[in-house]
């Protein structure tokens, strides 16, 4: 399986869970789901990578300057503290839609909830995540394909870490953190921020990220 052919299916099983998740509270604008700690793997990270360093200049480089800064965050705390900052995703629009939602990660892709979407915002997850009596649950549509995804998206990026002589899989990391790092591989054709996320759940590349090189098409293909 080629990377291709995984973001092929994971469209085509999110659709069909979409299809068959009934009603639902989440609508194009609701966000709040988007201010979290969102774990991404690594053909999730890659595609994703590949996408920023094809934008103009300007908008890269935000982009990458918005990551670096909740990276430097989320290095030093856990999903509940990150809550309590308010920072929501780097592709955020202003209008509250996702900016790359096309190729979004399977974690946003796998939460749906029929309660308020109220339920879903930072501040009732943190009272939640304390049990305080205040807090309302959200009720969430379950998913079951996350597992055969995640194998997928192992097997298709296989051939890519062989590359850079790594012979392990990836565990799923925080957005900012896997992005970067794959636009630091993709751009210097160093992988020592790969071989750190290997060793590491939280990576970061030790240089800045260089923005003004354009990655071929091709780096996004594991054939």
Not at 130 to 158: F, H, S, Y
Not at 202 to 222: E, F, G, K, L, N
Request: hydrophobic share 40%; aromatic share 8%.
């Amino acid at each position: 399986m080629n990377i291709q052919q995984y973001l092929t299916e994971r469209t085509r099983i999110t659709d069909e869970f979409y299809g068959s998740a009934g009603a639902v509270s989440c609508h194009r604008g609701c966000s709040n789901c988007c201010y979290q700690m969102v774990a991404v793997t690594f053909a999730d990270a890659w595609v994703l990578a590949a996408y920023v360093l094809a934008l103009p200049a300007e908008e890269r480089k935000g982009l990458l300057e918005a990551m670096e800064r909740d990276y430097s965050i989320q290095a030093h705390e856990d999903h509940v503290s990150w809550l309590e900052y308010k920072r929501p995703c780097p592709f955020l629009a202003s209008d509250g839609t996702c900016g790359v939602y096309g190729i979004r990660p399977v974690n946003c892709r796998q939460v749906l909830s029929r309660a308020s979407p109220d339920y879903c915002a930072p501040d009732n997850l943190v009272a939640l995540a304390k049990d305080l009596p205040t807090a309302g649950r959200p009720v969430i549509v379950p998913w079951n394909q996350m597992e055969p995804l995640a194998e997928m998206a192992q097997e298709c990026m296989r051939p890519v870490l062989g590359l850079y002589g790594i012979d392990v899989d990836l565990t799923t990391a925080p957005l900012p953190m896997a992005v970067l790092a794959c636009v630091y591989t993709m751009v210097t054709g160093d992988a020592g921020a790969l071989r750190s996320w290997a060793a590491s759940t939280r990576p970061m590349p030790q240089h800045r990220p260089t923005t003004d090189r354009t990655v071929c098409s091709q780096t996004t293909q594991a054939t």
